[in-house]
């Protein structure tokens, strides 16, 4: 039941203590690397969800001290008075479109590592930062806390000014003073803050009462609660403590937005956590103990589910950060019924990864995700062709498919031409790897728009020479023939590849990708890609029950999942699966039955007895066809572009980027457009 009148109750008005949100789609918080350095960018984005129908939009993490610094990441900021005007761009241009504006207070204790305030760092207990920074926080006195709740008291205040709606309190991911309060394994102080758990909850109770005194009844007061930390025995669990917790504070928010802590286990990825609705299990007592509204998470994107998980009176609010990121109309493609043109989340994280960085937030799903005010890209809306009437497409990889779909939109009749069978290029190939099926998404949702267009014409097994390309009389051609994987070893840490002796056999990450099998005997998974693809493989080869040697010059594996939240679980899944790890060493040959290894830091060499490697080093870019179109024929075409992982190797996010920048920009004037790609927010130099 995917229909407009199976999913009537998703669109049901819900009371929120003094405000009512208009239906049952709730953007929870979610950091995106804009906040109080990016306020214009970040108020665009927010309205963009109201637009599509999320009935309440929240912003992220807000810092209310400058003790809880987050520096260099930038989160929002409501210090003092003066950060109120920048937040209240994002409340009226949320009111503009119609949704509830929320604000998640949050001072982050030792989590908070105060770089650029240089302020003391504060906890429970005396602890040490969370980072690799060498620093500790100071266990809080009585002074302390008193000072803290007057801090949270005041930025209450500033919220209600700036317009907000919706105020929360902060106990989750381990990221925040309530929530460390609450947990034994940040406190162990022995006063009326510490010991039993009614003495932890001590604090959350104070400031949920403070801020609802602060507040009055011109705003809704919202408690953020992680109900279980995903630790068993070691830690909070949603059954016992959780469920205390929740039963002690029942009545005291307007609302619960319920999820599981750390954040990876929250923002866990498909690759580690496949299911759809994955946190229900944990917080399904919830609104058992409660009357007040709830709002859960757990990467949900199946209407029948959301639907049921109301019906079922286990939320009342469908949470989503990811998903909504993906497609920010998702709630009105719900309710017009065009659920096959919803963006799904595909899990991966990247937007993570961006908040890791400190830039503004992206999507492989949805490349207009972050570029709402610098290049003012609408999702479901793109300008009209101008006077040119037909495109050709090479290659319908993640950046052909895209562009080839924008260009059909903008009206222009579009031909893409495929060399293989399947359309899909490299997301097709690493979606059938172990953990990344859900990757799939990204062609799928793009080969459907497409085959509905009466404007598009899709050709397989259609390889073409540049003559070829000529011939068929198209004058604008976008090629997007993609990159290959090197089969020399060449990459970060060998510029001249590396030594490979005869009889030696070796395979790229495209051979385990199209099905070449490694013969029997120990494999070796070099890594000097160092991103996600060779954790990938060596999981995947073990698996398959190969013994496995994974090496790599980076201390630990795949050391870019670090941005999405996943490295801890790679390393752990390998490990569990029996994968030797060989960290920190290079390869220094190949030879028939064996590798050479080569310490990093001493140079000395060891050696692994195998059968076959594994090279995911550096990839190739394929612009043959490019090349020879702008040696013989470039002047009879209009326009010639290089696109995705031909024009420079990336993540699927990049090539999806670049095919849907390339479309867009088709017919514009050069200066528009560089004056859109530069398009910043300056600092201010009024005197303060």
């Known amino acids: 039941m995917s229909s407009a009148e199976g999913c009537s109750v998703l669109f049901e008005p819900v009371q929120i203590g003094p405000v009512t949100a208009r239906n049952r789609f709730y953007q929870v918080p979610h950091c995106n690397g804009m906040g109080h350095l990016r306020p214009q960018a970040e108020a665009a984005m927010r309205a963009m969800k109201a637009e599509g129908g999320w009935a309440v939009v929240s912003n992220q993490e807000t810092e209310i001290h400058p003790t809880s610094d987050l520096s260099p990441f930038a989160e929002n900021r409501l210090w003092d008075e003066r950060d109120i005007p920048a937040l209240r761009l994002m409340t009226d241009a949320v009111h503009g479109k119609g ?54 008291r005041a930025a209450a205040r500033r919220s209600r000014e700036a317009g907000f709606d919706i105020v929360y309190v902060y106990a989750g991911h381990h990221m925040t003073l309530p929530h460390h309060f609450l947990l034994p394994q940040f406190n162990d102080r022995m006063d009326e803050y510490g010991g039993s758990l009614e003495n932890r909850v001590r604090l959350t109770r104070e400031i949920l009462e403070e801020t609802k005194e602060e507040v009055g009844d011109d705003c809704a007061i919202a408690l953020r609660f992680a109900v279980d930390e995903m630790l068993g025995s070691e830690g909070m669990q949603a059954q016992e403590e959780g469920r205390a917790v929740v039963e002690m504070l029942a009545e005291l928010p307007d609302l619960w937005d319920v999820n599981v802590a750390d954040w990876s286990n929250d923002s866990a990825t498909t690759r580690f956590e496949p299911r759809d609705g994955f946190q229900t299990s944990y917080i399904e007592f919830v609104k058992q103990v409660t009357s007040k509204p709830v709002v859960g998470v757990g990467r949900l994107t199946s209407p029948d589910l959301m639907a049921s998980l109301v019906r079922k009176g286990i939320l009342d609010f469908i949470g989503a950060a990811r998903p909504s990121i993906a497609d920010p109309f998702l709630p009105n493609k719900i309710k017009e019924g065009r659920i096959e043109e919803i963006r799904e989340c595909i899990g991966c994280n990247i937007c993570v990864s961006s908040d890791s960085l400190g830039v503004p937030i992206r999507c492989t799903q949805n490349p207009t995700m972050g570029e709402e005010w610098r290049r003012k890209w609408h999702p479901e809306i793109i300008e009209r062709r101008v006077k040119e009437e037909a495109a050709l497409v090479v290659g319908s990889g993640p950046a052909g498919l895209e562009c080839a779909m924008q260009l059909a939109r ?109 013969e029997d005997g120990p494999v070796v998974v070099y890594d000097d890609d160092q991103a996600y693809l060779g954790g990938v493989l060596a999981d995947h080869l073990a698996q398959a029950g190969r013994e496995v040697f994974f090496v790599t010059p980076a201390s630990l594996v795949s050391p870019f999942t670090e941005l999405t939240l996943e490295q801890t679980k790679v ?100 200066d528009d457009i560089d004056r859109e790609f530069f398009r910043r927010e300056l600092v201010s130099l009024e005197p303060v």
């Open 99 to 152: 949704s509830l504006a929320a604000i998640e207070l949050a001072h982050n204790g030792h989590h908070a590592q105060n770089h650029l305030s240089r302020a003391p760092l504060l906890a429970p207990s005396e602890l040490a930062l969370q980072t690799a920074y060498p620093k500790q926080a100071r266990a809080m006195d009585k002074a302390d806390i008193r000072e803290f709740r007057k801090w949270h």
């Open 410 to 518: 903008r009206g222009y009749e579009v031909t893409l031409a495929e060399a293989k069978q399947e359309l899909g290029g490299r997301v097709l190939q690493e979606a059938g790897l172990t953990g990344l099926s859900a990757w799939k998404r990204v062609t799928d949702h793009r080969i459907y728009d497409l085959q509905q267009r009466g404007n598009v014409q899709l050709f397989t097994d259609s390889p073409l020479s540049a003559s070829e390309v000529v011939e068929l009389g198209i004058p604008n051609v976008f090629v997007s023939t993609g990159a290959k994987w090197r089969r020399d070893g060449r990459g970060k840490s060998a510029f001249h590849g590396v030594s490979i002796g005869l009889g030696s056999r070796v395979f790229t990450p495209d051979d385990i990708m199209t099905g070449v099998v490694p």
């Open 571 to 670: 390393q752990r899944s390998l490990l569990e699966k029996g994968v030797h790890l060989n960290l920190s060493q290079t390869l220094a040959n190949v030879a028939s039955g064996q590798v050479t290894l080569q310490c990093v830091y001493t140079g000395r060499e060891n050696s692994i007895e195998c059968s076959s490697v594994v090279l995911v080093t550096q990839r190739m870019r394929e612009t043959t066809l490019y090349d020879e179109l702008c040696g013989t024929n470039a002047g009879l075409l209009n326009t010639l572009e290089l696109i995705g992982d031909a024009a420079n190797p990336g993540l699927i996010a990049d090539a999806v980027y670049s095919g849907h920048m390339a479309a867009r920009n088709f017919e514009r004037n050069a």
